[in-house]
């Protein structure tokens, strides 16, 4: 508990220093952005957060369940590949397909020289285009942990239901679905955070959100503070959104007295019905990774001979595999110490505490990596001090620009991740377990080793691979708090782009879909094992 | 079973090779230069010129300059940064203000790089310069109809202008430049002039450069070197640049730049290197690779960019650009520029 209490504080500290901007006064530039655009920035924002909340959880959580629940061609290769796009940087999502359906793109040029220049189509630089855009980035968090509480559940629930004499469809959407509900909700808060979040995607697409604005604040008027303080509104919605859904379940607890995920088979579809499960499958892949990753691949070979692989390419893949790895580990043991704590203590203020530890994901990487830099700054000073007095001298930067400044960045901005699925995981396993271990006399850490570890290691695994992926992505906090010469292949690829050598950057960026790619070839190693047997 | 002990061993690994990286000292070195740098591209070549000349090392950190600029000033007096570079004149005033430079005086830096592109205070100097100026379809618009950006409010351009967001940093420094050249109000109504012609925003100068050619729209506003570079691919790229302003202020021009840090551990390495890079020889690099004007007039422009001929430039100290930012981000905004 202490741990537990311990970890939410540090993790928070940064989070307390994007509050603490408010003691400066920033009226004038808050009277400015009321005058001329708070509202519309609201407005775009919310508009975004709900379009890419429900787009995600009916895409994820569809595609979860027909790969779940039914046998299609293809289903197999899709089970796993529908997690890939994940692997991809959104603004190389986005980027790709402007480039592939903007006004001088392939697509409409084409469809011009068919059909004559008067064409207009919708501009996807537009509200709905980043939607969908975000939708087809941020659907794999709902489809994975939809994925892995539909295989712990799902069938056999869905068996029983239909024993009892309900529809397949009523039989989902009255006792599957909501069973499944803390996975969704974790989903889909994280895709909605992340949405919140972003700025390389809506700054491509030219579409005004908060984030969008606390960038302009910050570089176009030079006002950090004012920035910091718009940042403080994102944590606010962000923290609304989660009390609206805890409102919303009320006391309503779903969890499984009994696994028997296994011997279950999937209904095989037929005739048009299979032929339209694969397509959708094919028609989400293509467009959130096919198209994308085909778009890098002909950057690639715009190259000459493929003579520009990068010289540090296998430093880039070392400092990115051991960055990410770390991370992973860490940020997944903090996340079961904190929901562990939680469910040992189940206060309404436990829950609320660490769910607020975890609401860094909904700010700008660059905020957070700077709230970062403010307490770790402090501290070298601190230990500078302590130096100076016992032993006489001076002492270097220890703690900022470290790997450890990193890691600790890490540990704020991706807590949420960590911590959700592993919660949701947790939420599943009923409390009578609990009870049941303490009456036999069995101690705290045997309980949580013998009986819940084994019980959630799906969850873990699916936690382990979010945060490695991401990770492998962060960009802004890595960029900042990274010691000299440290440098991971999305740096390198932050670079080349933001020069616009696409071409150049392509290779590096292939090698971020390839690390990605190997967390989820581990996970399918050690959770496939026979398909349906007991794990 | 098998798979928990492949767990366990690749558990092990991790932990093993994160103890070696956190491990791993700085091995002492001969001199170096450490720089802190916004800029990332077309500098290789006259840094390692300069080590070849000097033996000095240049150790870099590469960022976004609002957050290196806030690390610099987090790192205080114990910053290991001797240089700190950065795009855009606004981002250097800006560094200026926030004291995290120290004026140096040196007779070479003077004499290399002309008044209006380094700071009065001596604390910041450009490297090199970019022009911002008026591109249009040269199949679709005839040249003797531009003439100025204010001109761009013309009804004529209406549906047919290309711009950049107002968020865009050269966007938001073309904008505090005329502030500084024509006052706030003036200035205003240029803006609502552009607005009035309901711009398509686009966001990457060479997207904007695409969209001409591809006919989505026929002007727009862009930095010259974006165009030479796609010109260097396609000599046939329908798209060329008409010096704005030339019978008034001048075109803007902007730079990137860099200053020798407060707490600079290697301050005469740090004004070497500056130096340096304002010689003709580091200045031909810099044209050559990345295709933006040396600032150095000695130095020789890159043929596509010469092609386009001679050019009066906005004369106006660049440090406008950060005294006038903010009002500028504001006209926008006022003016309803997205």
């Known amino acids: 508990m202490l741990a537990a209490s311990a970890i939410a504080l540090a993790v928070a500290v940064p989070l307390l220093v994007v509050g603490a901007a408010w003691r400066h006064p920033a009226g004038d530039v808050w009277r400015h952005l009321w005058d001329t655009q708070l509202a519309g920035l609201l407005v775009n924002t919310l508009g975004l957060a709900a379009a890419v909340g429900v787009g995600t959880l009916v895409v994820g959580t569809g595609l979860a369940w027909l790969v779940v629940a039914y046998r299609f061609p293809g289903r197999r290769v899709f089970e796993w590949a529908l997690v890939l796009p994940l692997a991809v940087p959104a603004y190389v999502i986005g980027f790709a397909f402007l480039g592939m359906f903007d006004f001088s793109g392939p697509v409409q040029s084409a469809l011009r020289r068919a059909l004559g220049d008067g064409l207009r189509v919708p501009d996807l630089r537009s509200g709905w285009g980043v939607a969908l855009v975000m939708t087809l980035v941020f659907y794999p968090y709902v489809y994975l942990l939809a994925r892995s509480a539909f295989r712990e559940h799902g069938l056999a629930t869905l068996e029983t239901a239909r024993s009892l004499g309900h529809s397949r469809r009523r039989a989902f959407f009255e006792i599957v679905l909501p069973m499944a509900r803390p996975s969704l909700v974790a989903g889909v808060s994280l895709a909605v955070m992340e949405a919140l979040a972003d700025f390389g995607t809506v700054s491509t697409f030219g579409y005004r959100t908060l984030t969008e604005a606390i960038y302009r604040v910050w570089n176009g008027m030079f006002d950090r503070v004012a920035a910091t303080q718009l940042a403080s509104l994102l944590l606010l919605l962000a923290l609304a959104l989660l009390v609206l859904e805890r409102a919303l379940r009320g006391r309503r607890r779903f969890t499984q007295s009994q696994r028997r995920g296994g011997g279950v088979e999937g209904a095989r579809l037929r005739g048009w019905r299979a032929r339209v499960a694969t397509g959708a499958c094919l028609a989400v892949l293509g467009l959130a990774f096919v198209l994308p990753v085909g778009q890098l691949l002909l950057w690639a070979g715009e190259l000459v001979g493929g003579a520009r692989v990068p010289r540090n390419l296998p430093g880039l893949l070392g400092s990115t595999f051991v960055l990410a790895g770390a991370a992973a580990l860490s940020i997944c043991a903090l996340g079961l110490i904190l929901a562990y704590a939680v469910r040992l203590h189940p206060s309404p203020g436990a829950r609320f505490v660490a769910q607020l530890s975890s609401m860094g994901y909904a700010l700008p990487g660059a905020v957070i990596a700077v709230g970062v830099l403010a307490p770790i700054a402090w501290l070298d000073g601190v230990l500078h001090d302590v130096a100076k007095l016992v032993l006489g001298r001076p002492l270097d930067l220890l703690l900022t620009g470290s790997a450890g400044a990193v890691l600790f960045a890490y540990a704020v901005r991706f807590l949420a991740v960590g911590y959700q699925t592993i919660d949701a995981g947790l939420a599943r396993i009923p409390p009578s377990f609990d009870e049941a271990a303490r009456s036999l006399g069995v101690r705290l850490g045997s309980t949580l080793r013998r009986v819940h570890l084994p019980l959630m290691r799906g969850g873990l695994l699916t936690a382990a691979i979010m945060v490695w992926v991401e990770t492998m992505k962060e960009l802004p906090a890595t960029l900042l708090l990274r010691p000299l010469g440290l440098k991971t292949l999305a740096i390198e690829v932050w670079e080349l782009t933001s020069e616009s050598r696409w071409a150049e950057a392509a290779l590096p960026a292939i090698a971020i879909v390839l690390v990605g790619l190997f967390p989820l070839m581990l996970t399918t190693h050690l959770t496939a094992g026979p398909p349906h047997g007991p794990r | ?338």
């Open chain 2, 1 to 338: 079973m098998r798979s928990r002990a492949f767990t366990l061993r690749l558990g092990l690994a991790v932990i093993g090779s994160v103890a070696l990286f956190l491990g791993v000292a700085p091995a002492p070195a001969a001199e170096e230069v450490v720089l802190y740098t916004a800029r990332h591209y077309g500098q290789e070549k006259a840094f390692d010129a300069f080590t070849q000349k000097t033996g000095i090392q240049i150790k870099t950190l590469n960022g976004e300059a609002g957050p290196l600029l806030e690390r610099l000033k987090a790192e205080g007096e114990r910053s290991p940064a001797d240089v700190f570079f950065t795009v855009d004149a606004g981002n250097l005033w800006n560094a200026a203000r926030a004291g995290v430079f120290a004026p140096v005086t040196s007779a070479e830096l003077t004499k290399n790089v002309p008044a209006h592109l380094r700071d009065p205070e001596h604390r910041w100097f450009g490297l090199t310069m970019r022009a911002r100026t008026i591109m249009y379809n040269t199949k679709k618009v005839n040249p003797a109809d531009l003439s100025t950006y204010e001109a761009l409010g013309e009804p004529r351009w209406k549906g047919r202008l290309c711009l950049r967001s107002s968020g865009y940093i050269y966007n938001q420094s073309l904008l505090a430049t005329m502030i500084k050249r024509h006052g706030e109000p003036r200035a205003e109504q240029i803006v609502k002039g552009w607005v009035a012609n309901q711009p398509t925003i686009i966001s990457g100068d060479t997207k904007i450069l695409e969209a001409i050619a591809a006919g989505q729209c026929d002007v727009g506003l862009t930095n010259t070197y974006y165009l030479a570079r796609l010109l260097a691919k396609d000599p046939n790229f329908p798209v060329a640049p008409l010096w704005a302003n030339q019978a008034t202020t001048g075109t803007h021009v902007n730079v990137s730049g860099g200053g020798v840090t407060a707490h600079a551990k290697n301050r005469a390495g740090a004004i070497k290197l500056l130096e340096f890079l304002s010689t003709l020889e580091a200045q031909q690099m810099f044209a050559d690779t990345s295709m933006e004007f040396p600032v150095n007039p000695k130095a020789e422009i890159h043929a596509i960019v010469r092609s386009w001929g001679p050019f009066k430039q906005d004369d106006v100290n660049v440090a406008a650009a950060g005294e006038f930012q903010a009002a500028a981000t504001r006209l926008a905004d006022r003016a309803g520029y997205k």
